[in-house]
């Protein structure tokens, strides 16, 4: 469980000396407490930070139950339909997503692909025609090795057998890192960025691994409602408040 974990480097350190344990076997235990069960245990799962009540639309967390819409979404119809994010991006998700992404340990992403179906109890009839991950930036991918949405996008299509569609829509140019930008500077920075190089199935959910302000997936499914996908959701695994 991760209550007992009283502070963030006790919890570093016994992260640090079972990493080793981790790359060879990844599925083999838990990996916040390392109990013998396969990528995150049932308590470990249950501790993680939940995303509700949230926006059903944008995933924004909400601080009452008593609407399932956000301002934004109230004021603006965004293009996605509905976004499946549950944990919101703290304490421990935050640095297992920090592990996963940086620091290229996959037990991480894995562990939490496969919790987000359990949590989310996605399956059967309402699952979309495809996966279509987020483009990584091509100097990112150098820096980094491997897109963390198309890693999960795979994870996750494999659970739920979706087909995933990597190269459906890529980057067409270089933008700026949007770290610091916020939502109304990144739709500008984003405005012409992807390109759609095939027709869209009709149902798509768009993977990525964080969703800060929205802005990416928002510019993406935009671009693919022009090319005929009429259902569109975003997934990921946590949502900044
Ligand atoms: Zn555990
Ligand atoms: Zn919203």
């Known amino acids: 469980m991760i209550k007992p974990l009283q502070a963030l480097s006790t919890w570093n350190q016994k992260l640090v000396n079972s990493l080793i344990h981790l790359e ?17 245990c049932e308590a470990c799962r249950q501790d993680l930070p939940a995303n509700h009540p949230a ?9 009452s139950t008593n609407t399932s819409l956000c301002g934004g979404c109230l004021a603006r119809t965004p ?19 920090t592990h996963y992404k940086y620091n290229g340990q996959r037990a991480f992403g894995r562990a939490l ?4 179906t ?18 990584i930036a ?10 963390q949405s198309a ?25 700026r890192v949007q770290t610091g930008l916020n939502r109304r500077q990144r739709l500008k920075n984003l405005h012409g960025a992807f390109e759609v190089r095939a027709p869209a199935p009709s149902h798509i959910a768009l993977v990525d691994d964080v ?6 997936t928002e510019a993406m499914a935009q671009v693919l409602r022009q090319h005929g996908a009429r259902r569109i959701e975003v997934w990921a695994l946590a949502r900044t408040p």
């Open 118 to 135: 359990e949590t989310t109890g996605k399956k059967g009839d309402s699952l979309p025609q495809a996966l279509v991950p987020c483009p």
């Open 138 to 147: 091509p100097e990112r991918l150098r820096e980094r090795g491997f897109n």
């Open 55 to 63: 926006c059903r639309r944008c995933a924004l967390p909400l601080i």
């Open 79 to 97: 293009q996605q339909d509905s976004s499946d994010v549950p944990w919101r991006y703290q304490f421990p998700i935050n640095i297992m997503i």
């Open 113 to 116: 692909a496969k919790a987000w």
């Open 211 to 216: 969703v800060t302000t929205g802005a990416t």
């Open 24 to 40: 060879h076997s990844s599925l083999e235990r838990c990996v916040i407490c390392l109990g013998p069960a396969p990528g995150l």
């Open 151 to 175: 890693e999960l996008a795979h994870w996750l299509g494999r659970e739920l057998k979706v087909p995933v569609r990597e190269t459906l829509i890529r980057r067409r140019r270089g933008t």
